[in-house]
């Protein structure tokens, strides 16, 4: 795991002083080495910036920015089946200094091209350039796992791993986008491809790109994506044998997870998805897994005893570690310095906090995100089977009567459900599915937070909402179900520029690799072609995985509600955090700002603070965006 930063320069302007300051600002990213290269071509400037966290080939040799023959590369993430593709090479001739995958990459970019991508299984954002050709290259891994932004203006091209390396360029225009305010108010992130900033975009997952160094320009391509693999028919298997099968293609994947050359540990929930990762992975191993579970018992964050349980019964090597609510609160300043784009999912924080005290242990930490888009893990997917045809099937101008009338209950006043985890959120999203009870309007009011026309009062001027991955139609009549239509969806929405993003950004506050199992190509490929009910049956989420774990863990053992990985955002905003609360949302600064509408503003946290516990995570997102802005507006 690393950090990467580069440019083309068409004026040829940059000085080293500023290439190392792009690259230094990544210093977390890695924190074992950095190097900068500087690179001529005819009369155009390339850069490129390399921070280091030494996990395969911990020796010099691994050393980037690297080149062999005309390529040079930088390049960030793990390619796990590396020696696999290096035997290959070198049965073609190919010879090997290092013993890392960087090189490899190199060779098989030589070998094969853009093609040498097909090989690949792992995470990475990397970019080379072909000095004999002239051309450069950059490619992100197929689910998204790897962070990669560019930005493009007036003869500057810029590539880092985050965007604060853009903002040591003295030619970096930070120019605000506001339309992508907008959708961050909508969704707590900026979804891909789009960026906070004016000429700055995302490459997507699954693609690369490539074009001329002279000229700066390039093309796009998509080389994987998770509509081809929903766009197949549906297995025809019984039931026994696609859980063995899934069950060894998880394993495989997960095992691949464990190569480096320093420490590795599993994160341990004790949830379905993590207790997979680490019971597949000890089941028939002689040495012991260290697994980490975190516990922040002030807040109810506490599933260590579980874990425990779990991890004696499974036979890993356990550290519980248990975190104050001070330690967890001791967070949220940093947070925009590490989400240096507006990032409003909350549980950054635990997510943090269990980073930073795993890396006191290992180097490595696998964790388990990726689970529920694959085997329909989330609630909503329990609102769309259990509750969507039959909402559909009442009139509308009974759905509407119901939408208006719960409009004037909070859900404050609803007695015992109040007391439930996120019952105040969903509250608010069953509205918006009342209204229109359609899989791609559930799936969207789910994932929302304002309806259109709230939504355009927020701020003092008209925006147009960027056009997302919630708008694809990619999944084809043929092979369409409401289950697998809502699933691609997370896989290319949520789950890349939430999960994934909030992953990355919070191991690396902690120089900590984090490896995703779940997102090895060949588990959703997989899948994604296994009969619905296999993964949601009768009223079960995750089906098949839950049956795979049972193998090895006691159901009784397992057989509890879920607890999520949360914080009490409501409670600390209406007590510990007033005060951020007040200086962040205030008339001045709001005012002074001009992108919010005051009035409405202030109705959001008048509420909020008269009772209206719902409207919590809109005003979390609002702070979120107010210290952002503070720190890189």
């Excluded at 990762?277 to 579980?306: C, M, S, W």
């Excluded at 179900?481 to 969806?489: E, G, R």
Aim: proline share 4%; aromatic share 12%; charged share 25%.
């Amino acid at each position: 795991m690393c950090g990467i930063t580069g440019f083309i320069d068409q004026q040829a302007a940059t000085s080293e002083q500023v290439l190392t300051r792009m690259n230094e600002v990544l210093y977390h990213r890695g924190p074992d080495g950095g190097k900068t290269q500087l690179l001529n071509f005819k009369d155009i400037q390339l850069g490129m910036g390399h921070r280091r966290l030494s996990i395969i080939d911990l020796s010099e040799n691994g050393t980037q920015p690297m080149n062999y023959k005309d390529l040079w590369i930088t390049f960030n993430g793990e390619i796990y089946n590396y020696q696999e593709i290096r035997n290959e090479l070198s049965e073609k001739g190919h010879s090997f200094v290092s013993g890392s995958d960087t090189e490899m990459i190199l060779h098989a970019y030589e070998a094969w091209g853009e093609k040498c991508l097909d090989r690949f299984i792992g995470m990475f954002a990397l970019v080379i350039f072909d000095l004999a050709k002239g051309e450069f290259f950059a490619a992100r891994d197929r689910a998204g796992v790897k962070p990669l932004f560019f930005y493009q203006k007036e003869g500057l091209l810029m590539y880092a791993s985050e965007l604060k390396s853009f903002h040591e360029h003295p030619s970096f225009s930070k120019k605000i986008d506001l339309n992508a305010v907008g959708a961050y108010m909508q969704f707590g992130h900026v979804p891909s491809p789009h960026c906070i900033f004016e000429n700055c975009f995302k490459l997507m997952p699954g693609h690369f790109l490539k074009g001329s160094i002279e000229n700066g320009t390039f093309e796009t391509f998509e080389y994987w994506s998770v509509y081809d693999q929903y766009n197949q028919p549906k297995l025809n298997i019984p039931f026994e044998e696609a859980k063995q099968e899934t069950a060894k293609v998880l394993k495989k994947a997960f095992e691949y997870r464990l190569i480096a050359d320093v420490p590795v540990g599993v994160f341990l929930s004790g949830g379905y998805d993590s207790v997979s990762v680490a019971g597949l992975l000890q089941h028939e191993r002689t040495q012991q897994l260290k697994t980490f579970t975190i516990a922040v018992p002030d807040i109810g964050l506490n599933e260590a005893p579980y874990a425990k349980e779990i991890a004696a019964h499974i036979g890993t090597d356990h550290t519980e570690i248990e975190c104050s609510i001070d330690e967890a609160k001791a967070i949220i300043p940093g947070l925009p310095f590490h989400y240096d784009e507006p990032f409003g999912d909350s549980s950054a924080i635990p997510t943090t906090l269990v980073s930073l005290m795993a890396k006191k242990h290992v180097t490595v930490a696998l964790s388990a995100d990726g689970g529920d888009e694959i085997f329909a893990g989330y609630n909503r997917y329990d609102y769309l089977m259990k509750h969507g045809k039959k909402i559909a099937s009442l009139p509308k101008g009974i759905r509407s009567i119901a939408a208006g009338l719960m409009d004037t209950i909070p859900a404050e006043k609803i007695p015992v459900l109040k007391n439930k985890y996120n019952f105040h959120n969903r509250y608010e999203k069953l509205k918006g599915i009342i209204r229109d009870p359609s899989p791609e309007k559930i799936m969207l009011s789910l994932s929302t937070q304002f309806n259109e026309e709230r939504w355009g009062s927020l701020f003092t001027q008209s925006l147009h909402p960027l056009r997302t991955q919630y708008a694809s139609k990619r999944l084809q009549k043929d092979f369409y179900t409401p289950l697998s239509y809502m699933m691609a969806i997370d896989y290319t929405t949520y789950m890349l520029d939430d999960i994934l993003q909030k992953v990355d950004r919070a191991t690396m506050t902690a120089s900590l690799e984090g490896r995703e199992p779940f997102m090895d190509q060949h588990i959703i490929e997989w899948a994604s072609r296994l009969p619905d009910d296999f993964k949601y049956r009768n009223g079960e989420k995750k089906f098949i995985l839950k049956e795979i774990v049972h193998d090895f863990v006691p159901k009784s053992m397992m057989d509890r509600p879920k607890m999520g990985f949360a914080i009490p955002v409501a409670d600390w905003l209406r007590t510990d955090l007033i005060d951020l609360l007040e200086e962040y949302i205030s008339e001045k600064r709001i005012r002074d700002e001009g992108i919010f509408n005051w009035s409405e503003i202030q109705k959001l946290k008048q509420g909020f603070l008269n009772g209206k516990k719902e409207l919590d995570v809109k005003i979390w997102y609002l702070l979120m965006f107010e210290m952002w802005m503070e720190k890189w507006g």
